[in-house]
């Protein structure tokens, strides 16, 4: 086989293989691990998972993104759910290294799409932003666009990753 990384999760021994492959060592040798998609919260964000028994034979579903994240970084803590793990590019099945990166909550929020950055007020349309937890007022528009536009010029200042 090709050159592989090991790496021990829940109690499994596993091998991380250059085509992207997982084994995990039972007691009749090492075998292929398979991946299910999954989809999360109602939405249309799918990953893959497997499930880890540990050695008191408690199931973990793990996430596939997260494995070879840990897989290349093996001082991060893969137990610590609220690290997060972010696909650059927005493809879920995009799982190799490169198009890997840890984010924070809130900057996994930057993610969202379908955030319009205004509410409407009367005949008017307040936009906003959030940043660091607090709501940024950006102006008062009578047309909804130029309420979008200015939401869309503060995200692409402050939120970036």
Do not use: P
Not at 32 to 46: A, G, L, M, S
Not at 89 to 104: K, P, S, Y
């Amino acid at each position: 086989m090709d050159e592989f990384i090991e790496l021990f999760i829940f109690d499994n021994d596993l091998r991380y293989f250059e085509n992207g492959d997982f084994y995990r060592l039972t007691t009749r040798g090492w075998h292929k691990i398979k991946f299910t998609k999954y989809t999360q919260n109602n939405e249309t964000t799918q990953y893959f998972k497997c499930i880890l028994v540990d050695k008191d034979g408690v199931q973990h579903l793990v996430r596939r993104h997260r494995m070879v994240f840990y897989a290349f970084n093996q001082d991060w803590d893969i137990y610590d759910r609220g690290l997060l793990i972010d696909h650059i590019n927005h493809t879920f099945a995009g799982d190799g290294i490169e198009n890997l990166r840890q984010v924070t909550i809130q900057q996994n929020s930057f993610n969202k799409k379908n955030v319009k950055g205004y509410y409407r007020e009367g005949n008017k349309y307040n936009a906003i932003i959030t940043v660091n937890g607090k709501k940024i007022h950006l102006g008062r528009f009578k047309l909804k666009d130029n309420a979008r536009n200015a939401y869309l010029k503060a995200k692409a200042i402050h939120h970036l990753i």
